[in-house]
């Protein structure tokens, strides 16, 4: 099965910076796009960012956009997610997802695979 494990989270205080990072054993074929989720305390999950295979195609949520950076490494099979000036309201836990087809999409549900999460805590 497809395995997902989320790295790179942590404490820092507001205005600091986190480069969360998606890794999987599975081959680079069996995985299309590949997104980044967060859910805060007592919350929904939200959508954070998503990338596409084989295409530089992006999309980010409002509220990270122009902060944050996706990427990914298709040769090792991993996704990035490079957040910078980091606010109290980041805080969440961060999923990492995947899914078959290679069009990245902004929905939770298109997203068959899962990481168990990273927290990542912000400080005033």
């Known amino acids: 099965q497809v395995q997902l494990v989320e790295s790179g989270g942590g404490l820092v205080q507001a205005g600091g910076s986190l480069r969360l990072s998606c890794a999987t054993s599975?081959?680079?074929?069996?995985?299309?796009?590949m997104g980044w989720f967060r859910q805060g305390p007592g919350k929904e999950r939200e959508f954070v960012a998503a990338?596409?295979?084989?295409?530089?195609?992006?999309y980010y949520s409002d509220f990270v956009k122009g902060r944050t950076t996706i990427s990914r490494d298709n040769a090792k099979n991993t996704v990035h997610l490079q957040m910078d000036s980091l606010k109290p309201e980041d805080t969440a836990s961060y999923y990492c997802?995947?899914?078959?087809?290679?069009?990245?999409?902004?929905?939770?549900?298109?997203?068959?695979?899962w990481g168990q999460g990273t927290q990542v805590t912000v400080s005033s």
């Open positions: 990338i596409s295979r084989g295409n530089p195609t992006t």
């Open positions: 997802a995947a899914r078959a087809s290679p069009i990245a999409t902004t929905t939770s549900r298109s997203y068959n695979y």
């Open positions: 599975e081959q680079t074929f069996t995985l299309g796009a």
